[in-house]
């Protein structure tokens, strides 16, 4: 159970890595491997310290209710990634020029926090200098916009009370190799369309991951 859950997880927290390196070559700005290496060392960081803190937490409740409001707060995430990747596909839909709706701007947030979610949204903004390749610094903040993005399911992850060390080490690997997937795929045709069901894919995984937790 726990394997499962952990690679349900895991493909879930990493999905955006395919999107980001599907969005990066588009643009043709290039990712060294000692930048991917730091992207997923920051990655699998800050979801190992959400894992331990989830982990942490459940010493104050039953075993039995530290499963269920687990599973709970990772059914939450999913729903909530799907909620905004509507909102996102909505917005898209509605804009007079299709690219620009990749770079609107979310609800109010405060700077840094705003600053982080626009990575996501669009990736190539991390190459701050516009110099075509995402260096060490620029590898740090993606890595933190990702981790960030990977908050909630993590902590809800501890709770539920998967293996904080073997999560992160596999989710750095993953990240890794999605990461490098997605600059792969960047030039193929169906790259644009790959990129936009990371998202949704994400969510539903997440989502039956918490469903899975209940019922076993």
Known sequence: MDLF????????????NLGVGISLRIRRIRVPFSSNLLIAFTTSSGTLLTLIAGKWLASFIS???????????????GVWVLYEELC?????????NPAEAEYEQPPPETAGQRRL???LTAPSLADVDHSGHIDLKEALLL???LALNNFAAGLGAGVFGLNPLLTAFTVSLFSLFLL?????LGQNCMSRWLGDCAGPVAGLL????GFFGIII
Do not use: F, H, Q, S
């Open 206 to 209: 997440l989502v039956l991951l």
């Open 5 to 16: 859950a952990i690679l349900l997880l895991v493909i879930a927290a990493n999905l955006d």
């Open 117 to 119: 979610t626009e990575l």
């Open 88 to 96: 996102r596909a909505g917005r898209k839909a509605a804009a007079v």
């Open 143 to 145: 890595g933190m916009a």
């Open 180 to 184: 490098w997937l997605g600059i792969g």
């Open 63 to 77: 075993p039995e209710l530290a499963k269920y409001t687990g599973a709970l707060v990772i059914i939450a995430t």
